[in-house]
C-alpha cells in the first residue's frame, strides 16, 4: 500500500503543488486583511485555512491523476514520457481512475468546511469540470497552456470566494484583488508551460497535437513565453491599484520576480533546452513561494 501511494504521489508530481498553492493562501491572507462591506465579518479561521489546503490539494491531484489518464496513450509513443507510471505498467488504468474519483469526491467534500458560505460547494462541480478539461485542449488548440494556467488561475479566486463568499455577493467588485492575482497567475504557468512544451514541439507535430512550440517553432515560442512573463509581471504591479495595502516590500518582491524571470528566459535558448527542467520547476517555486512570503510579510507590516 506504501509503495502503491508513492507511486500514484510521484505520478501526479505532487511536489508541483507548489506552483498553485502559494497563490491560493496568498489570496486567503489578502481576504483575511481586506476590509469587508458593514455587517460582514471576515476574520481568519483554521477551518478554512484546513479547507483551502484540502480543496487545492484534491483538486489537483484529481486534475493530475485525469491528465495522465487521458494521455497514456500518447506518453507510451513519446520517448519523453514512455517510462510514466501508466505506459510503463507501474499503475494501472483502474487503481488511477479510482485514485481520480477518490480525490474529486475529497474536493467535493472539503467544500463544506466552508459552510454556511454555499458558494464553494456549488461552483466545485463546474471547477473540477474545468480542470479537467485541460487534458484534451492539446487534442484541438495551441491555446492549451493558457487553459492550464486559467485552471491554476482558479486557486486565489476560488480561496478568495470560500473566505469572502457573503461580501462579493453584496459587492462583486470586492473580486476584484483576486482575479487581478489570478490573472498574473494565468500568464506566469502559460509563459513556463509554453517553455516546458519546447521539448516536444517535434513530437507534437508529428502526432498531430496543438502547442505554442509546435505551432509557432521553439524560438517563436520562447518570445510568447516571455511575453506572457512580462504581462505578468504587469499584473502584479496593477495589484495595488485595486488591494491598496500593498507597500515597499511587495514591491521589491515584484523586482525579484522580474530579475528571475529574466534569468529564466536566459539559460532558455532555442538551441540548448537542457536546463528546461531547472528554469520549469526551480525557478518557478521560488517565485511562487517567494511571492507569498514577501506579501504576507508587507500585509503584516501594514498591520
Known sequence: MIK??????AMIRFSHTVFAMPFALLAAVMAWNAPAPEGIDVRFSWRELLGIVLCMVFARSAAMALNRLADHKIDAENPRTAKRHIPAGILSVGEV?????????????????FWPNWLPLALSVPVLLFLFGYSY???WTSLAHFWLGASLMLAPIAAWIAIRGAAILADPLDLLPAVTLGL????????FDI????????FDRDAKLHSVPSTFGVAGALRIAAVCHALMIGALALLPVVYPSLGLVYWLGIAAVAI????????????????VNLAFFHINTIVGIGLFVVTTLDLLLWK
Open 260 to 275: 528571475l524571470l529574466i534569468y529564466e528566459h536566459a539559460i532558455v535558448r532555442p538551441d540548448d533546452l537542457s536546463r
Open 97 to 113: 481512475t479510482l485514485f481520480t474519483v477518490v480525490c474529486s469526491v475529497g474536493f467535493i467534500a472539503a467544500t463544506l468546511l
Open 4 to 9: 502503491r501511494i508513492s507511486d500514484i504521489l
Open 184 to 191: 498574473a497567475v494565468l500568464l506566469w504557468v502559460a509563459g
Open 137 to 139: 485542449t492539446k487534442r
Open 195 to 202: 517553455i516546458y512544451a519546447c521539448q516536444d514541439a517535434e
